[in-house]
């Protein structure tokens, strides 16, 4: 798989997309099916046009300098996350410690090195400074050919200790295990709380006790969990592994305790080394917290792999499957992203370089016109597709709300691509306050469609993400299962350039807009963890194939419908 991350290609030259090529024959790329046997209905949903007409040239090309721009940002923000907490740290960390890097660790982990990174900007431009990828990495990848969440300390990060947005991550992994399903593997290198910041970390609901709690109900719900000790698990960190249900640590490498050896010296006198105190032998042999002995790293993630094996799970056959690539290309999509909401063409453009044969089955094509709705495949698996194409009117949601209904009284996982309007409407009139209620209703009804659709449902925010009307497009608030923004994408309640409407003085509207223009990139929004990443609009429909297969795995867990308690270690 591409994980959001993936390398650039430069994108087509205008004229090919100009000339459009909605009458060839689509190619077909052979997928490995998780469908075994099983198959499904034929469909041979209609071809959109998604030929770009002349007049939209400007626009295109407008959008496409944008894209590059936006595109450069992304790339110097992935490297700045790969060289972790530093040339000195990872002297440290590899020479001194003698420890592996933790993409070193997972790419010995992992059954291949295509996994599905999660946010891995969070923690860039926050108060307390850049804590790069929040100094652990989480995200989803295959283990024995199972999707497995997994969340990783970067100990090169200040000892892989615990800022406010490591644990908001963490928090966050956990809620994507719980929601899909997923198995999940801790590689646990923490020196616990970053104690400068502990008034953020430790009291609140959703702080370090938090991930605690999540482990005991994660296994009562029959989420398997796994911890490997390959570094230091001190004060709240020694819970993860102990909590887990089965844990494995690294001679000589692994250490579990509250406090540490300074703690022990200030508190009793004794000297005491690590090893003595909370180490591989003591746990493995005396006290028990630990489960599995590794004489190495390598070893280590033998043994995770092997206890992946034991899990109660039956994946069917992986057989080929054809799959129709979309007619138009997807690198098209760097110039029909909107660099602002009047740079947006017909959304179908986008939909047509993202699902299956360019199709869709569109439904009330011709009613609330500023909503597109309607089923497709994307590599092969059928989704109903919620798309902004203007503003979200009455009728528009009326018809949001009656597809999002359809979708999930046929368990069909739902993929909304966000672009809502820059502004919420104004009220000049007696006519146009009776018109913001009706639509105020509808919407209403639109947001409690998807908030009780159970289907999975995927959002992606290819260009705004303002006001209300992000949340009846399943925004963070409405739980999606996962949610990508475009580089280019805007978050905030109304876009830069529009406080004027709202705020009268104009010095004051100023100071909001750039303000505004600041803290709606989508840099920002994925620093503070609004989302699950920023990809690239080229990468979409590989992220989108694989988010629809990781979600449809917990179909193959076997029993899981019997009720559990967690498993309690000791
Ligand atoms: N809070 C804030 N900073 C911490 C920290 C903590 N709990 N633990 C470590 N750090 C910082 C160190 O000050 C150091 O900062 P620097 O690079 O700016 O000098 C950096 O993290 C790395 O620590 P260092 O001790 O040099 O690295 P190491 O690899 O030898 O050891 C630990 C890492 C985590 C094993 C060790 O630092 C440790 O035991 N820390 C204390 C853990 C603890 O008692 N936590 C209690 C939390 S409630």
């Known amino acids: 798989m591409h994980s959001p991350i993936s390398t650039f290609s430069p994108c087509q030259p205008l004229t090919h997309i100009l000339q459009g090529r909605a009458t060839q024959r689509p190619a077909l790329t052979r997928l490995m099916s998780t469908g075994g046997r099983k198959r499904r209905l034929p469909s041979a949903f209609p071809v959109i046009d998604g030929t770009l007409q002349p007049f939209y040239k400007h626009v295109y090309e407008a959008n496409l300098r944008n894209s590059m721009v936006c595109e450069q940002r992304f790339r110097e923000n992935q490297e700045k996350v790969q060289k972790g907490g530093g040339e000195n740290a990872i002297a440290r960390h590899?020479?001194?410690?003698?420890?592996?890097?933790?993409?070193?660790?997972?790419?010995?982990?992992?059954?291949?090195?295509?996994?599905?990174?999660?946010?891995?900007?969070?923690?860039?431009?926050?108060?307390?400074?850049?804590?790069?990828?929040?100094?652990?990495?989480?995200?989803?990848?295959?283990?024995?050919?199972?999707?497995?969440?997994?969340i990783a300390n970067d100990a090169t990060v200040k000892g892989g200790t615990a800022y406010p947005?490591?644990?908001?991550?963490?928090?966050?992994?956990?809620?994507?295990?719980?929601?899909?399903?997923?198995?999940?593997?801790?590689?646990?290198?923490?020196?616990?709380?970053?104690?400068?910041?502990?008034?953020?970390?430790?009291?609140?609901?959703?702080?370090?006790?938090?991930?605690?709690?999540?482990?005991?109900?994660?296994?009562?719900m029959k989420i398997p969990q796994v911890a490997v000790v390959c570094g230091s698990c001190t004060a709240g960190g020694a819970y993860i592994p102990t909590m887990a249900e089965e844990a494995i640590i690294v001679h000589r490498i692994g250490t579990v305790f509250l406090g540490g050896p300074p703690l022990v010296k200030a508190a009793t006198g004794e000297e005491v080394s690590p090893e003595d105190l909370g180490g591989a032998k003591l746990h493995a042999e005396v006290s028990g917290c630990v489960d599995h002995f590794a004489a190495t790293e390598k070893e280590a993630y033998e043994h995770t792999r092997n206890i992946i094996s034991t899990l109660n799970f039956e994946l069917p056959d992986e057989g080929a499957e054809d799959v129709e690539e979309p007619l138009y290309s997807i690198e098209d999509l760097k110039g029909l992203a909107p660099r602002d909401y009047n740079h947006s063409m017909d959304i179908r453009m986008i939909v047509s370089r993202l699902t299956d044969g360019s199709r869709l089955q569109e439904f009330k094509g011709r009613y609330g016109t500023t909503l597109l709705t309607g089923f497709a495949k994307i590599e092969g698996h059928l989704v109903g597709i919620v798309a902004n194409n203007g503003e979200l009117t009455y009728e528009a949601s009326l018809k949001g709300s009656h597809f999002v209904q359809l979708c999930d009284q046929r368990d069909i996982p739902l993929i909304f691509l966000q672009n809502t309007a820059p502004c919420p409407p104004l009220t000049p009139s007696q006519a146009k306050a009776e018109s913001n209620t009706n639509r105020l209703k509808a919407q209403g009804s639109m947001m409690s469609a998807v908030a009780c659709a159970s289907t999975p449902k995927i959002t992606v925010v290819v260009g705004g993400c303002y006001g209300a009307d992000s949340y009846a497009m399943c925004g963070r608030a409405f739980d999606p299962n996962f949610l990508f923004l475009w580089p280019n994408a805007r978050v905030s309640m109304l876009a830069p350039g529009h406080s004027a409407a709202l705020v009268q003085d104009e010095k004051e509207a100023t100071e909001l807009n750039e303000r505004l223009e600041e803290e709606s990139s989508s840099f920002f929004s994925s620093g503070r963890l609004w989302d699950d990443g920023v990809i690239l609009p080229q990468h979409t429909r590989t992220v989108l194939g694989n988010c629809l297969k990781i979600v449809k795995q917990q179909e193959y867990q076997l029993s899981r419908e019997k009720l559990r308690t967690p498993v309690l270690r000791i």
């Not at 999660?118 to 995200?139: E, N």
Request: net charge neutral.
């Open 165 to 220: 947005i490591t644990v908001k991550k963490q928090l966050r992994a956990q809620d994507v295990a719980m929601q899909n399903r997923l198995p999940c593997v801790y590689l646990v290198d923490s020196g616990g709380a970053f104690l400068p910041l502990q008034s953020e970390i430790f009291p609140d609901k959703n702080q370090g006790g938090r991930s605690f709690y999540n482990e005991a109900i994660m296994s009562a």
């Open 94 to 150: 590899t020479q001194r410690n003698r420890k592996v890097l933790v993409r070193d660790r997972l790419r010995m982990l992992l059954d291949d090195e295509d996994y599905l990174e999660l946010s891995p900007f969070a923690g860039l431009g926050l108060h307390y400074g850049d804590i790069p990828s929040a100094g652990c990495l989480t995200g989803i990848g295959k283990i024995n050919g199972l999707w497995c969440v997994f």
